[in-house]
């Protein structure tokens, strides 16, 4: 458990011989000594259109122009059963907070075997 508090430890080193400018990505929020010396952006949990977009631009389809109706009707289907199982904490679907990871896995997934 040490570790994971630690993982980012490295970056005080990094952060302050630094001659480039780089960018971390992080799944937990940086502690007030990483984050004096950076700038943070945090993501908002994304919205059902955001999901929809993401979906819609792994498959390229265009949800709006779509001659598919059934094939937008799962897309979006999709992604209000996601939106569901990670907005209720009674499934435990073990949502890490910010993420949609699980769901750009299943669309890559469809994509590359479903054309």
């Known amino acids: 458990m040490q570790d994971e508090k630690e993982a980012l430890k490295i970056v005080h080193y990094l952060w302050d011989d630094a001659e480039l400018a780089y960018v971390t990505i992080s799944n937990r929020p940086l502690d007030a000594a990483k984050s004096n010396r950076a700038v943070n ?3 908002s949990e994304p919205s059902q259109q955001d999901l929809e977009t993401l979906a819609s631009s792994f498959l390229s389809v265009n949800l709006a122009a779509s001659t598919n109706p059934q ?28 993420s949609s990871r699980d769901l750009h896995h299943f669309f890559k997934y469809l994509a590359r075997h479903h054309r």
């Open 71 to 98: 094939q937008a009707q799962c897309i979006k289907a999709c992604c209000v059963a996601y939106a569901e199982l990670t907005n209720n904490p009674s499934l435990n679907f073990g949502r890490r907070s910010g």
């Open 41 to 43: 952006v945090y993501r």
